[in-house]
Nanobody, 128 residues
Framework: QVQLVESGGGLVQAGGSLRLSCVAS????????MAWFRQAPRKERELVAA????????YYTDSVKGRFTISRDNAASTVYLQMNSLKPEDTAGYYC?????????????????????WGQGTQVTVSS
């Protein structure tokens, strides 16, 4: 498994921006699909964005398209989530996930069970 450590969360006003980072420990980072999930109180954990192993293909859930950007730096074993135009409904704990075997299909990417490695999470709070 890969050890993942997220950072960059915080409190921001609606319309503001935050950049989340997730640093991975393993040398297998470059062969892993990376993803960001989020979980709001009393809600299920949901996929926000995912990025392919080489970084050339990305996936976003509809509610963040045009506002969030996922990227990765394989040399630094780091994945990022740039969040712009934040809304109060984006408030949640954000979790980084990694897996080297998950297939690039929406049905698989959306499942938390598809990802073997998880970070501890970082809280994002957007005030109105």
């Amino acid at each position: 498994q890969v050890q993942l450590v997220e950072s960059g969360g915080g409190l921001v006003q609606a319309g503001g921006s935050l950049r989340l980072s997730c640093v991975a420990s393993a040398r297998t980072f470059s062969t892993s699909v990376m993803a960001w999930f989020r979980q709001a109180p009393r809600k299920e954990r949901e996929l926000v964005a995912a990025i392919s192993r080489g970084g050339s293909v990305t996936y976003y859930t509809d509610s963040v398209k045009g506002r969030f950007t996922i990227s990765r730096d394989n040399a630094a074993s780091t994945v990022y989530l740039q969040m712009n135009s934040l809304k109060p409904e984006d408030t949640a704990g954000y979790y980084c996930a990694a897996d080297s075997n998950v297939s690039w299909r929406e049905s698989q990417l959306r499942k938390t069970s598809s990802f073997a490695s998880w970070g501890q999470g970082t809280q994002v709070t957007v005030s109105s």
